[in-house]
């Protein structure tokens, strides 16, 4: 048994999905995933049905219906893993741009370091992306600094996806109130974890873009980023 559960959300990752299972599960601590899958038509949930086999003791997946959305699939795996009662959650993506080497880095820092929250940041010492074309780089960059000015919330990383909770944190923050499902669930998140005074901290990884598979980003998710953040300063104040 682990008292930690990474939950690995997919869509359309059968380049990546085989490789980040086996890589969580050669770290020295020992983690359990969850693989909540969209209905990827690409056979990533085969895979995984395939990989269960062999580690049924501590891989899982959920299995949705449509592509709903990031934050949906999180909300999925959140609940999941507070009904199985893990002590510590991660989110992770499955394409590699978050290093598994990192998992019991962000572990520790909740486990024996303090935090209620910690944040797999990319911008806490300086910018620490590889292989983004320039564009992306600032605009996430840009979009992190923009969310701490609106919001006051003491992060560098606000759009961070590498992220672990301790249970209380999501015990506390309703998910059912959870209003956004793409970039701005991720700020959201972390609005809420702060807002309820909860010890967040920043552990400085490097983030390294996919080279297998198709990003996900759109202009939408981005959008919704951009003035999601001022409904949730208005209703912060409120």
């Excluded at 592509?67 to 992770?92: P, Q, S, V």
């Excluded at 320039?134 to 996430?140: G, P």
Aim: charged letters at 25%; aromatic letters at 14%; one cysteine or more.
């Amino acid at each position: 048994m682990s008292d930690t559960l990474v939950i690995i959300p997919t869509y359309n990752e059968k380049e990546n999905i085989e490789a980040i299972i086996k890589t969580v599960f050669e770290q020295y601590k020992k983690f359990h995933i969850l693989v909540v899958d969209d209905n990827s038509p690409d056979g990533t949930a085969a895979i995984v049905d395939d990989l269960i086999l062999r580690y049924s003791d501590c891989l899982f997946i959920e299995k949705r219906e449509g592509k709903n959305g990031l934050g949906t699939a999180y909300i999925h795996g959140f609940k999941w893993a507070i009904e199985k009662k893990y002590d510590y959650i991660i989110e992770m993506d499955a394409d590699f741009s978050h290093n598994p080497a990192d998992l019991v880095r962000l572990y520790n820092a909740c486990e024996s370091e303090g935090a209620d929250v910690s944040i797999g940041s990319r911008y806490s010492k300086g910018v620490n992306v590889v292989n983004w074309p320039m564009k992306r780089v600032l605009l996430s960059y840009f979009a992190s600094k923009y969310v701490r000015f609106i919001t006051r919330i003491p992060i560098h990383d606000t759009t961070a996806g590498f992220v672990c909770y301790k249970r209380r944190v999501l015990e506390t923050i309703n998910l059912n109130n959870i209003r956004f499902i793409g970039y701005a669930f991720q700020i959201e998140m972390k609005f809420k974890a702060w807002k309820h005074n909860f010890n967040i901290k920043e552990v400085s990884v490097i983030f390294t873009d996919r080279t297998e598979g198709t990003s996900k980003m759109n202009e939408g998710i981005i959008y919704e980023a951009l003035f999601g953040v001022l409904k949730m300063r208005f209703k912060g104040l409120r």
